[in-house]
């Protein structure tokens, strides 16, 4: 019954791997996001894909690269890990822009060592 | 660029007392949409409230209120008959084509 899930929702790795977080929705929304909540809690919108294209990127290091293989589906894939890229990383749908609600995921924290 | 600013990083509540949340915006836009969502320990992001620009209107969503000042750019929390349950983060969001947050106020309910 998961509306918007995560994998993995915990994920310790070492600086300079590679990585990747996956999301699914389930409620047949065409908008998803991934949003980063740093430490001070503060969140920022990354990426923005509606129905498969890729309509927000933020001002993001080109390591990180986000990838939707269909509607359902937003994952994240992070090149040469750095100390900063520790956060949590926020998966979000919605059926569209603007005034719609957008549903998170339970989020993935990330940390690098 | 749109900004929203939360001038209250932590406020405190009695338990079924009223507390209200700041937050106000910056934009030059006419329509957008405001939010408040809520972040409890379990770190899931919940929707609170949220409101149309070109509403005159306030929201209400039975204990939660807002207080939207369109021309002052305020939009704040009123939450009423505070339980334990309402402790969390606090964020104040705005919205045209992308969420942008304010930076959180933490709420604290005390028994």
């Known amino acids: 019954d998961t509306a918007v899930s995560q994998t993995p929702k915990y994920l310790v790795t070492q600086m300079g791997n590679d990585k990747s977080i996956k999301c699914e929705q389930n409620?047949?929304?065409?908008?998803m996001y991934w949003y980063k909540q740093d430490s001070k809690k503060f969140l920022k919108i990354m990426f923005s894909?509606?129905?498969?294209?890729?309509?927000i990127n933020e001002t993001v290091p080109n390591r990180f690269s986000p990838k939707s293989p269909d509607k359902a589906h937003l994952n994240l894939h992070i090149n040469s890990l750095e100390l900063g890229d520790s956060a949590v990383y926020f998966c979000?749908?919605?059926?569209?822009?603007?005034?719609?609600?957008?549903?998170f995921g339970p989020g993935t924290r990330l940390t690098v060592t | 660029a749109q900004t929203v600013t939360q001038s209250q990083p932590e406020m405190s509540v009695q338990e079924a007392e009223t507390v209200t949340l700041s937050c106000t915006y910056d934009?030059?836009?006419?329509?957008?949409?405001l939010f408040w969502y809520k972040q409890p320990p379990s770190r899931q992001m919940i929707l609170v409230i949220r409101?149309?620009?070109?509403?005159?209107q306030n929201a209400t969503e039975n204990r939660f209120s807002v207080n939207f000042q369109k021309a002052a750019k305020s939009f704040s929390l009123k939450i009423s008959d505070s339980q334990l349950g309402d402790a969390a983060m606090y964020f104040c969001?705005?919205?045209?084509?992308?969420?942008?947050f304010g930076t959180g106020t933490r709420l604290q309910v005390f028994p």
């Open positions: 979000a749908s919605s059926l569209g822009q603007g005034y719609y609600e957008q549903y």
């Open positions: 969001a705005y919205n045209t084509d992308k969420l942008i």
């Open positions: 409101q149309e620009a070109y509403k005159q």
């Open positions: 894909y509606n129905n498969k294209e890729l309509i």
């Open positions: 934009t030059s836009e006419s329509d957008y949409y």
């Open positions: 409620l047949g929304h065409d908008t």
